[in-house]
Protein backbone atom coordinates (compact mmCIF):
# COMPACT_ATOMS: atom_id res chain seq x y z
CA UNK A 1 0.00 0.00 0.00
CA UNK A 2 1.26 3.54 -1.39
CA UNK A 3 1.07 6.03 1.41
CA UNK A 4 -0.04 9.79 -0.02
CA UNK A 5 1.51 12.70 2.34
CA UNK A 6 -1.69 15.11 2.27
CA UNK A 7 -2.29 18.77 4.30
CA UNK A 8 -3.96 18.50 7.68
CA UNK A 9 -5.23 21.09 10.08
CA UNK A 10 -5.18 20.22 13.64
CA UNK A 11 -7.55 22.21 16.57
CA UNK A 12 -8.17 24.67 14.13
CA UNK A 13 -11.03 27.50 14.77
CA UNK A 14 -13.71 28.20 12.36
CA UNK A 15 -16.65 30.02 13.01
CA UNK A 16 -20.49 29.11 11.89
CA UNK A 17 -21.98 30.65 9.33
CA UNK A 18 -25.19 29.21 8.63
CA UNK A 19 -27.52 26.92 10.49
CA UNK A 20 -30.61 24.95 8.91
CA UNK A 21 -32.54 21.83 9.74
CA UNK A 22 -33.57 20.10 6.87
CA UNK A 23 -35.79 17.66 8.77
CA UNK A 24 -36.96 16.97 12.11
CA UNK A 25 -33.77 15.29 13.22
CA UNK A 26 -31.09 16.82 11.48
CA UNK A 27 -29.15 20.18 11.74
CA UNK A 28 -26.95 20.98 8.58
CA UNK A 29 -24.25 23.49 9.59
CA UNK A 30 -21.62 25.48 7.60
CA UNK A 31 -18.81 26.90 9.39
CA UNK A 32 -15.70 28.90 8.09
CA UNK A 33 -12.00 28.99 8.35
CA UNK A 34 -9.35 31.38 6.47
CA UNK A 35 -8.17 28.42 4.68
CA UNK A 36 -8.56 25.02 4.53
CA UNK A 37 -6.21 22.21 2.69
CA UNK A 38 -7.40 20.37 -0.26
CA UNK A 39 -10.40 17.74 0.26
CA UNK A 40 -12.04 14.57 -1.41
CA UNK A 41 -15.81 13.95 -0.75
CA UNK A 42 -15.44 10.51 1.62
CA UNK A 43 -13.00 12.29 3.69
CA UNK A 44 -14.04 13.55 7.31
CA UNK A 45 -13.18 15.99 10.15
CA UNK A 46 -13.00 15.75 13.97
CA UNK A 47 -15.32 18.05 15.76
CA UNK A 48 -14.60 19.09 19.94
CA UNK A 49 -18.08 18.95 20.20
CA UNK A 50 -17.89 20.84 23.61
CA UNK A 51 -18.08 24.76 24.58
CA UNK A 52 -14.07 25.96 24.81
CA UNK A 53 -13.40 26.18 28.26
CA UNK A 54 -11.32 28.46 30.37
CA UNK A 55 -11.29 26.83 33.93
CA UNK A 56 -8.26 24.69 34.45
CA UNK A 57 -8.88 21.15 35.02
CA UNK A 58 -9.60 19.94 38.55
CA UNK A 59 -7.15 17.26 40.25
CA UNK A 60 -8.54 13.56 41.05
CA UNK A 61 -5.90 12.33 43.24
CA UNK A 62 -5.48 8.53 44.66
CA UNK A 63 -3.20 6.16 46.78
CA UNK A 64 -0.22 4.96 44.65
CA UNK A 65 -0.51 1.76 46.01
CA UNK A 66 -4.25 1.78 45.20
CA UNK A 67 -6.31 1.55 41.47
CA UNK A 68 -8.00 4.88 41.25
CA UNK A 69 -11.49 5.23 42.08
CA UNK A 70 -13.27 7.94 40.58
CA UNK A 71 -17.04 8.91 41.67
CA UNK A 72 -19.75 9.44 39.75
CA UNK A 73 -19.48 12.98 39.98
CA UNK A 74 -16.31 12.69 38.42
CA UNK A 75 -17.93 12.17 35.36
CA UNK A 76 -20.82 14.11 36.04
CA UNK A 77 -19.77 17.11 33.82
CA UNK A 78 -21.83 17.41 30.42
CA UNK A 79 -18.68 17.63 28.26
CA UNK A 80 -18.18 14.99 25.37
CA UNK A 81 -14.64 14.01 25.93
CA UNK A 82 -13.31 12.99 22.51
CA UNK A 83 -13.87 14.78 18.80
CA UNK A 84 -16.70 13.55 17.07
CA UNK A 85 -16.24 12.11 13.41
CA UNK A 86 -18.52 14.47 10.60
CA UNK A 87 -18.40 13.70 6.88
CA UNK A 88 -18.21 16.34 4.82
CA UNK A 89 -21.35 17.61 2.92
CA UNK A 90 -19.97 20.11 1.23
CA UNK A 91 -16.74 22.58 0.60
CA UNK A 92 -17.06 25.83 -1.06
CA UNK A 93 -14.41 28.88 -1.25
CA UNK A 94 -15.92 32.11 -0.18
CA UNK A 95 -15.55 35.20 -1.79
CA UNK A 96 -13.47 36.55 0.71
CA UNK A 97 -11.33 33.92 0.48
CA UNK A 98 -12.20 31.44 3.55
CA UNK A 99 -13.33 28.04 3.27
CA UNK A 100 -16.47 27.17 4.28
CA UNK A 101 -17.00 23.36 5.20
CA UNK A 102 -20.58 21.66 5.74
CA UNK A 103 -21.35 18.62 8.16
CA UNK A 104 -24.79 17.19 8.91
CA UNK A 105 -25.93 16.16 12.48
CA UNK A 106 -28.02 14.14 13.98
CA UNK A 107 -28.91 15.22 17.59
CA UNK A 108 -28.66 11.51 19.41
CA UNK A 109 -26.47 12.16 22.24
CA UNK A 110 -24.49 15.31 24.48
CA UNK A 111 -21.95 16.14 21.40
CA UNK A 112 -24.32 16.01 19.26
CA UNK A 113 -26.94 17.94 21.13
CA UNK A 114 -24.33 20.87 21.74
CA UNK A 115 -24.23 20.59 18.14
CA UNK A 116 -27.47 21.41 17.66
CA UNK A 117 -27.38 23.97 19.63
CA UNK A 118 -24.98 26.49 17.82
CA UNK A 119 -26.05 29.73 16.31
CA UNK A 120 -24.16 31.36 13.71
CA UNK A 121 -21.16 33.31 15.12
CA UNK A 122 -20.49 30.48 17.65
CA UNK A 123 -16.92 28.81 17.57
CA UNK A 124 -15.69 25.45 16.39
CA UNK A 125 -12.46 23.18 16.66
CA UNK A 126 -11.93 21.14 13.75
CA UNK A 127 -9.21 18.99 12.51
CA UNK A 128 -9.02 17.39 9.33
CA UNK A 129 -9.37 16.46 6.30
CA UNK A 130 -8.92 12.63 7.26
CA UNK A 131 -9.27 9.37 5.69
CA UNK A 132 -9.59 8.62 1.89
CA UNK A 133 -11.93 9.80 0.14
CA UNK A 134 -13.59 8.61 -3.06
CA UNK A 135 -12.30 8.17 -6.67
CA UNK A 136 -13.77 9.70 -9.83
CA UNK A 137 -13.92 7.38 -13.03
CA UNK A 138 -13.94 8.58 -16.37
CA UNK A 139 -16.04 11.33 -17.29
CA UNK A 140 -18.49 9.64 -19.57
CA UNK A 141 -19.28 6.46 -17.54
CA UNK A 142 -22.55 6.31 -15.32
CA UNK A 143 -22.35 7.05 -11.23
CA UNK A 144 -24.86 6.22 -8.97
CA UNK A 145 -24.82 8.07 -5.81
CA UNK A 146 -26.87 5.77 -3.17
CA UNK A 147 -27.01 7.30 0.73
CA UNK A 148 -28.99 6.01 3.66
CA UNK A 149 -29.89 7.88 6.42
CA UNK A 150 -26.70 9.47 7.73
CA UNK A 151 -24.87 8.19 5.38
CA UNK A 152 -26.17 10.83 2.85
CA UNK A 153 -23.82 13.44 3.38
CA UNK A 154 -20.66 12.68 1.62
CA UNK A 155 -22.64 11.62 -1.47
CA UNK A 156 -23.90 15.37 -0.97
CA UNK A 157 -20.53 16.62 -1.72
CA UNK A 158 -19.78 14.20 -4.02
CA UNK A 159 -22.39 15.43 -6.30
CA UNK A 160 -20.66 18.99 -5.98
CA UNK A 161 -17.85 17.76 -7.28
CA UNK A 162 -19.10 15.31 -10.18
CA UNK A 163 -21.13 18.33 -11.25
CA UNK A 164 -18.05 20.98 -11.28
CA UNK A 165 -16.58 18.31 -13.44
CA UNK A 166 -19.02 18.14 -15.47
CA UNK A 167 -20.29 14.94 -15.51
CA UNK A 168 -23.76 14.74 -17.01
CA UNK A 169 -25.18 10.70 -16.43
CA UNK A 170 -25.30 10.45 -12.41
CA UNK A 171 -28.61 9.83 -10.52
CA UNK A 172 -28.66 10.14 -6.80
CA UNK A 173 -30.74 7.34 -4.67
CA UNK A 174 -31.39 8.60 -1.24
CA UNK A 175 -33.18 6.34 1.48
CA UNK A 176 -34.82 7.19 4.98
CA UNK A 177 -36.91 5.59 7.53
CA UNK A 178 -39.74 8.34 6.97
CA UNK A 179 -40.60 11.67 4.73
CA UNK A 180 -39.35 13.45 8.10
CA UNK A 181 -35.89 12.43 8.75
CA UNK A 182 -34.32 13.03 4.61
CA UNK A 183 -32.04 15.24 5.45
CA UNK A 184 -32.13 16.71 2.52
CA UNK A 185 -34.37 20.11 0.86
CA UNK A 186 -36.83 18.99 -2.12
CA UNK A 187 -37.13 21.26 -4.61
CA UNK A 188 -40.42 18.73 -5.98
CA UNK A 189 -42.63 15.50 -5.16
CA UNK A 190 -40.15 12.68 -5.76
CA UNK A 191 -41.96 9.92 -7.89
CA UNK A 192 -43.77 7.03 -5.98
CA UNK A 193 -43.06 4.48 -8.96
CA UNK A 194 -38.96 5.22 -8.76
CA UNK A 195 -38.54 7.03 -11.65
CA UNK A 196 -35.68 9.30 -11.16
CA UNK A 197 -36.43 13.31 -11.30
CA UNK A 198 -34.64 16.38 -10.38
CA UNK A 199 -36.63 16.88 -6.77
CA UNK A 200 -33.60 17.06 -4.36
CA UNK A 201 -31.37 19.97 -3.82
CA UNK A 202 -28.30 18.20 -3.12
CA UNK A 203 -26.16 21.49 -2.36
CA UNK A 204 -26.46 25.31 -3.50
CA UNK A 205 -27.07 25.15 -7.29
CA UNK A 206 -26.45 21.11 -7.46
CA UNK A 207 -29.00 18.84 -8.48
CA UNK A 208 -29.38 15.25 -10.54
CA UNK A 209 -32.21 13.44 -10.96
CA UNK A 210 -32.48 12.02 -7.81
CA UNK A 211 -35.16 8.62 -6.44
CA UNK A 212 -35.85 8.38 -2.73
CA UNK A 213 -36.89 5.41 -0.75
CA UNK A 214 -38.46 5.47 2.54
CA UNK A 215 -39.53 2.69 4.44
CA UNK A 216 -42.80 3.65 5.19
CA UNK A 217 -43.85 5.05 1.53
CA UNK A 218 -44.35 8.50 2.84
CA UNK A 219 -41.81 9.85 0.11
CA UNK A 220 -40.87 8.63 -2.94
CA UNK A 221 -41.19 4.32 -2.97
CA UNK A 222 -41.75 2.45 -0.45
CA UNK A 223 -38.53 0.29 0.58
CA UNK A 224 -35.13 0.07 0.69
CA UNK A 225 -32.14 2.03 -1.24
CA UNK A 226 -31.26 -1.77 -2.39
CA UNK A 227 -35.26 -1.65 -4.60
CA UNK A 228 -34.89 1.48 -6.08
CA UNK A 229 -31.32 0.38 -7.20
CA UNK A 230 -32.07 -2.90 -8.55
CA UNK A 231 -35.32 -1.36 -9.98
CA UNK A 232 -33.11 1.53 -11.76
CA UNK A 233 -30.68 -0.49 -12.91
CA UNK A 234 -32.65 -2.91 -15.02
CA UNK A 235 -35.07 -0.12 -16.64
CA UNK A 236 -32.08 2.51 -17.45
CA UNK A 237 -30.42 -0.07 -19.39
CA UNK A 238 -26.89 0.88 -18.30
CA UNK A 239 -23.35 -0.48 -19.70
CA UNK A 240 -22.19 -2.20 -16.49
CA UNK A 241 -18.28 -2.26 -17.35
CA UNK A 242 -18.86 1.62 -17.47
CA UNK A 243 -20.88 2.06 -14.51
CA UNK A 244 -20.07 3.48 -11.06
CA UNK A 245 -21.86 2.97 -7.59
CA UNK A 246 -20.99 4.96 -4.41
CA UNK A 247 -22.35 4.00 -1.34
CA UNK A 248 -22.88 5.09 2.37
CA UNK A 249 -24.62 3.90 5.26
CA UNK A 250 -25.52 1.83 7.69
CA UNK A 251 -23.21 -1.53 7.40
CA UNK A 252 -26.56 -3.96 6.49
CA UNK A 253 -27.23 -1.38 3.80
CA UNK A 254 -23.62 -1.17 2.23
CA UNK A 255 -23.55 -5.35 2.82
CA UNK A 256 -26.49 -5.41 1.03
CA UNK A 257 -25.41 -2.94 -1.76
CA UNK A 258 -22.39 -4.78 -2.23
CA UNK A 259 -23.87 -7.87 -2.77
CA UNK A 260 -26.76 -6.32 -5.35
CA UNK A 261 -23.37 -4.76 -7.52
CA UNK A 262 -21.25 -7.90 -7.61
CA UNK A 263 -23.91 -9.82 -8.84
CA UNK A 264 -24.44 -7.21 -11.55
CA UNK A 265 -21.22 -6.69 -12.43
CA UNK A 266 -20.94 -2.98 -11.50
CA UNK A 267 -18.15 -1.22 -9.48
CA UNK A 268 -18.67 -0.02 -6.76
CA UNK A 269 -16.96 2.06 -3.67
CA UNK A 270 -18.28 1.96 -0.40
CA UNK A 271 -17.79 4.19 2.75
CA UNK A 272 -17.77 3.18 6.04
CA UNK A 273 -19.18 4.36 9.16
CA UNK A 274 -17.14 3.50 12.37
CA UNK A 275 -16.92 5.25 16.16
CA UNK A 276 -13.62 7.03 15.90
CA UNK A 277 -11.99 8.56 19.10
CA UNK A 278 -9.09 10.47 17.28
CA UNK A 279 -9.50 10.02 13.49
CA UNK A 280 -5.88 9.81 12.73
CA UNK A 281 -4.92 6.11 13.56
CA UNK A 282 -3.67 6.45 17.30
CA UNK A 283 -6.96 4.96 19.36
CA UNK A 284 -7.55 1.48 16.45
CA UNK A 285 -11.23 2.05 18.17
CA UNK A 286 -12.32 1.75 13.85
CA UNK A 287 -10.73 -1.47 13.04
CA UNK A 288 -12.69 -3.63 10.09
CA UNK A 289 -11.67 -6.55 8.34
CA UNK A 290 -10.23 -6.19 5.02
CA UNK A 291 -9.61 -8.57 2.53
CA UNK A 292 -5.28 -9.21 2.19
CA UNK A 293 -4.38 -12.10 0.11
CA UNK A 294 -0.66 -11.76 1.60
CA UNK A 295 -1.66 -12.82 4.67
CA UNK A 296 -1.75 -16.53 5.71
CA UNK A 297 -5.97 -16.08 6.94
CA UNK A 298 -6.50 -14.20 3.32
CA UNK A 299 -7.80 -10.82 5.78
CA UNK A 300 -6.54 -9.18 8.24
CA UNK A 301 -7.45 -5.51 10.53
CA UNK A 302 -7.19 -2.59 8.85
CA UNK A 303 -8.14 1.20 9.89
CA UNK A 304 -11.35 3.01 8.82
CA UNK A 305 -9.62 6.53 8.92
CA UNK A 306 -6.29 5.47 7.56
CA UNK A 307 -7.23 3.08 4.39
CA UNK A 308 -10.67 4.72 4.26
CA UNK A 309 -13.19 5.56 5.01
CA UNK A 310 -14.23 5.05 1.66
CA UNK A 311 -13.11 1.30 0.16
CA UNK A 312 -13.63 -0.88 -2.89
CA UNK A 313 -16.37 -2.97 -2.80
CA UNK A 314 -14.03 -6.36 -2.52
CA UNK A 315 -11.23 -4.69 -0.38
CA UNK A 316 -13.81 -5.27 2.56
CA UNK A 317 -14.42 -8.59 3.84
CA UNK A 318 -17.98 -8.94 5.41
CA UNK A 319 -18.25 -12.43 6.99
Request: hydrophobic fraction near 40%; proline fraction near 6%; glycine fraction near 8%.
Amino acid sequence: MTLVKTQKLCAAEARVTRVEHPCRAHVRLHFALPSFPKSDPGQFVQISAHPNRDDAPRELCWPTDEMPRPMMADWSAEDAFLRRPFSLADRRELADGRSELTVISRAIGRGTRWLDSLQIGDALNISGPLGRGFRLPAQSDTCILVGGGVGIPPLIYLARQLCEARFSDVVVILGAMSRDLLPVVLTAEPACNGAARECVLLADGVSYPSIVATNDGTLGIRGLVTDALREHVSHAGILADHTHVFACGPERMLHAVAEQTRALGLHCQLCIERMMGCGMGTCLSCVTAVNDASRPAGWRWGLACGEGPVFDRDRLKWD
